[in-house]
């Protein structure tokens, strides 16, 4: 964590041990740990606690007499507190000296770009695996949802200290790719005029037309002639670095990169997949049953056991996997997360109980599963996309709403929640559209710089004792809370939290615009408006960043 204390820890910090201190003035044995909370209820005041339940049992005293004694030897002064009173049977609440808020402005200049970012030992390494679609078609929704919550995860992570490697896994091997390659062997036939029909699970994608025309045209019926091993391994080949190069392309479309590219194939080649058969023999934890070959996951909490090996000798979809993950664990890092469909839900069970079974702690992986998402049009759900009559896929959506819409309503729920896709909302110019509003807000602060011609770095030394509305002071405490919102959607992997954020401050900051003026006559008091704008509009471009969406200087509403 950081070294360093925000202003909030500090106020925090400082009340705590006013309390402290108060305690030891009525008696009471140190130390003793004071538990603050912010109250449901604003009119509560700021910070709460229940020290004097806590204590009740031990000083044998009714509650509310305790929390009387706390507060008639609390220095209220020292403690920053402007009012305090007793709750209930004995909560005591605090209303805190707004004016120790201003030094969360302080603490955005002095943080620049890296203010709620914090501290950590950089060997501390997490792999986040995201994405992994088969290469066999476009990216789909799901897809899609899976790389906006990852990126942002990472991005996320990377901004509360670890060190974060992306990955995404190419499963190049088995049957579907077979089918592919034999589809587009197809396609090319038929581009040549020859008529050959379609495997029965074959892949009938326009991209698979217009891979064997594009062959077709390149090298005419070369391939035709070709032996039958080479020709395979050739439309095999070539359809892999053509899909993965449109999923690159799609993927980078939509400001998401990844660090490493891992194939399923490479797996077979170096051996890992019959190494990790054996690590499962040595284990005991595998038996042979109906000429299979079956990994007892029952015993490590599975609902029934899974074949690895089939009657026929060839191995499932679980045993590549099985090796895949023994092979993050053997690169050594602290935590590993996967980020899978909705449709994998019951694979975790599998594969925990598989690294349990090899002697790998299976508390380092942890998976996050992305529901599923509708697309709403006009009220309607949306199945099919009108110009191809075919699921609509993430080229496709990033045309019709842009990259900046689909990234943020994709984070902007938590991942294991159904996301209901409205495409009218995102690309409305509203206060209605959640990334239109927050953009705004990050715009509006930038047209008002503009206006009073100077620069933020020109404002960051203002005198803020002009600060002192209850907007002012709401608008302080919300980006105060931004080290906070960090810290925990990265400990929970939850990058909706972000979205939650952001979206709070938009709004806090909106309705200190239509509160108070800003550009006054006032030097004094102009300048020190700005210092709030320009720490606000930091924040929002952070939080912003987090999630991959831009922060623009102008919105169609200023020009």
């Not at 975790?348 to 992305?370: E, F, K, S, T, Y």
């Not at 994709?410 to 495409?423: E, K, N, Y």
């Not at 807000?441 to 620069?455: L, T």
């Not at 709070?504 to 909106?510: D, K, P, Q, S």
Request: overall charge negative; proline content about 3%.
């Amino acid at each position: 964590m950081s070294t360093t204390q925000t202003t909030m820890q500090r106020i925090q910090q400082k009340l705590r041990e006013a309390i402290a201190r108060a305690l030891e003035k009525i008696g009471v044995p140190s130390p003793v740990d004071v538990f603050l909370e912010v109250p449901r209820e604003a009119h509560h005041g700021d910070w709460a606690t229940n020290v004097a339940m806590q204590l009740a049992k031990s000083l044998r005293k009714p509650p509310h007499a305790i929390a009387r004694a706390i507060v008639d030897a609390l220095d209220a002064q020292q403690a920053g507190v402007a009012r305090v009173e007793i709750a209930g049977p004995g909560f005591i609440n605090f209303v805190m000296d707004k004016r120790a808020l201003h030094d969360v402005i302080r603490d955005v200049y002095r943080a620049g770009a890296r203010y709620g970012a914090l501290d950590r030992d950089p060997s501390e390494r997490i792999l986040v695996e995201y994405v992994s679609a088969n290469p066999t078609g476009q990216l789909h929704l799901g897809h899609a949802r899976g790389a906006a919550l990852g990126d942002a995860l990472c991005r996320v992570l990377a901004y509360a200290g670890y060190t974060i490697e992306r990955e995404y896994y190419i499963n190049d091997a088995g049957n579907q790719i077979t089918n592919w390659a034999q589809s587009l062997e197809v396609r090319y036939c038929q581009a040549l005029g020859i008529e050959r029909e379609m495997p029965e699970d074959g892949y009938f994608g326009d991209d698979v037309v217009a891979y064997g025309k594009r062959i077709a045209l390149r090298d005419g019926d070369q391939w035709v002639h070709a032996d039958k091993e080479v020709r395979a391994q050739f439309f095999r080949q070539y359809g892999l670095e053509r899909q993965m190069e449109a999923i690159r392309g799609v993927l980078h479309q939509f400001r998401v990169q990844f660090d490493h590219w891992r194939s399923e194939t490479a797996l077979y080649e170096r051996g890992d997949v019959q190494r990790a058969l054996d690590a499962l023999r040595t284990s005991g934890c595998v038996y042979e049953h109906d000429g299979a070959i079956w990994l007892q996951t029952t015993a490590f909490g599975d609902d029934k056991d899974r074949v690895l090996v089939k009657q026929d000798g060839l191995f499932t979809y679980l045993m590549p996997d099985i090796a895949y993950h023994i092979d993050k664990y053997e690169r050594g890092y602290d935590k590993i997360i996967n980020i899978w469909g909705a449709d994998h839900h019951g694979y975790v069970a599998r594969v925990r109980a598989a690294m349990q079974a090899v002697g790998r702690d299976p508390d380092v992986l942890h998976v996050v599963i992305a529901q599923m998402v509708s697309l709403y049009k006009n009220g309607e759900k949306v199945k099919m996309s009108k110009r191809t009559g075919k699921a609509i896929t993430l080229a496709e959506l990033i045309d019709d709403v842009g990259v900046d819409a689909a990234r943020y309503f994709f984070a902007m729920r938590s991942a294991d929640a159904h996301l209901d896709f409205d495409m009218d909302l995102a690309v409305s110019e509203s206060s209605d559209n959640p990334v239109y509003y927050v953009q705004y807000a990050h715009a509006r602060i930038c047209s008002v710089f503009r206006q009073a011609g100077v620069s933020e770095e020109a404002v960051r030394d203002a005198d803020l004792t002009p600060l002192s509305t209850d907007d002012a002071y709401a608008l302080l405490q919300v980006l105060g809370a931004w080290p906070e919102a960090v810290a925990e959607a990265a400990q929970q992997c939850a990058p909706h939290r972000v979205v939650r954020y952001v979206y709070g401050l938009a709004g806090v900051f909106h309705r200190y615009y239509k509160a108070e003026r800003v550009l006054v006559e006032d030097d004094k008091e102009r300048m020190a408006k700005l210092a709030l704008y320009g720490a606000t509009r930091r924040t929002i471009a952070a939080a912003l960043d987090l999630i991959g969406v831009h922060a623009p200087t102008v919105m169609v509403r200023d020009a």
